[in-house]
């Protein structure tokens, strides 16, 4: 069980929209439509942003965005606000009950 | 209103035994439509999940931890504990407990509710 692919650092400006990827493989990303993604502040715990691919929980901004296609899903910011300036971590379901983790993706908002 | 607070020993020597508990208040660990889950972030590192367990008391582990994990149950104090043997320095970290979600119409297996979170470190 290797950990998702995502890129060390992104960066946008005020107002702009990035977008996040997250590589795993056919057992994990692949195959199952069981992608969330956490937002992270510093010394804070996680907080769900993203379920099952494109779902928002009740409260977060519908600027964020979420998608996939084959084995890379795909986190969107829209909007790009000072206060998304955060790490963000993608997780998928890998099967049997098991699940792993993206290595995070550090957001800088310029 | 919904809670997870982790406890457990900050400090422990290396070939010692992890030892932590996360309290859940607000909602019965015994409900199916939940498992629960630890969680750890080495400092300046990322997200590893070490491994769940469903209502059923059924446990599912991290095949790189899965040796020395263990997590258990207890649905008297509604609380479900971790033990990791044998720490090294690679095991010091921040530990989350949180809880995830087996009913498809809500935050299917996403991780919904954090706690807080508590530091261990392994040092000799």
């Known amino acids: 069980q290797s950990a998702l692919t995502q890129p060390a650092s992104v960066s946008g400006s005020l107002g702009q929209s990035i977008t996040i990827s997250c590589t795993g493989t056919?057992?994990?990303?692949?195959?199952?439509?069981?992608v969330s993604w956490y937002q992270q502040h510093p010394d804070k715990a996680p907080n769900l942003i993203i379920y099952e691919v494109t779902k928002r929980p009740s409260g977060v901004s519908n600027r964020f965005s979420g998608s996939k296609s084959g084995n890379t899903a795909s986190l969107t910011i829209s909007g790009l606000q000072p206060e998304d300036e955060a790490d963000y971590y993608c997780?998928?379901?890998?099967?049997?009950?098991?699940?792993?983790f993206g290595g995070g993706a550090k957001l800088t908002v310029l | 209103q919904l809670q997870l607070q982790e406890s457990g020993p900050g400090l422990l020597k290396p070939s010692e035994t992890l030892s932590l508990t996360c309290s859940v208040s607000?909602?019965?660990?015994?409900?199916?439509?939940?498992?629960w889950g630890w969680i750890r972030q080495p400092p300046g590192k990322g997200l590893e999940w070490i491994g769940s367990i469903y209502y059923s008391g059924t446990t599912f582990y991290n095949p790189s931890l899965e040796s020395r994990v263990t997590i258990s149950g207890d649905t008297s104090k509604n609380q479900f504990s971790l033990k990791l043997t044998s720490v090294t320095a690679a095991d010091t970290a921040v530990y989350y407990c949180?809880?995830?979600?087996?009913?498809?119409?809500?935050?299917?297996?996403?991780?919904?509710?954090w706690g807080q979170g508590t530091t261990v470190t392994a040092a000799s």
């Open positions: 607000g909602v019965s660990i015994s409900s199916s439509s939940y498992y």
């Open positions: 997780c998928s379901y890998a099967g049997s009950s098991t699940l792993v």
């Open positions: 949180a809880r995830g979600s087996t009913v498809t119409t809500f935050h299917y297996y996403a991780w919904d509710v």
């Open positions: 056919s057992s994990d990303v692949g195959s199952y439509d069981l």
